[in-house]
């Protein structure tokens, strides 16, 4: 059976649900164990989307799991500064503009 790509975004909320309230509820090894399905998820769904607009968007969703996920640690286990998530963040937003232009290079072409 092959997955398609919805039923693997839905997946992932699930997947980012259960870790933010393991943040939340301070449940700090599940929280630190969620992240790797977490970010599995998210990567699958960009190879499956390589090749699509959304790819960008997608990377923008990976770059914010993962700064997410360095804030929670960072939280969790006092390792230093909540400044080591922003370089996920404007790799994110980078991302996120990236797939903004193509949608509007589209629109033009079109």
Known sequence: MKL???LIENFHVLLW???????AMEFKLLGSIM???????A???LKITKEQDEFWVNLAV???????STWMLV???QMGSKH??????ICGFISFALYCY???KNKSNA
Do not use: Q
Request: charged share 15%; proline share 5%.
């Open 17 to 23: 649900l259960i870790k933010d309230m393991c943040w």
């Open 43 to 45: 990567i699958w769904i």
């Open 62 to 68: 990976l770059f914010w799991i993962l700064a997410n």
């Open 4 to 6: 398609n790509s919805r």
């Open 84 to 89: 080591y998530c922003l370089p996920f963040f």
């Open 35 to 41: 992240i790797l399905p977490t970010l599995a998820a």
């Open 75 to 77: 939280e969790f286990f």
């Open 102 to 104: 193509k949608l509007w």
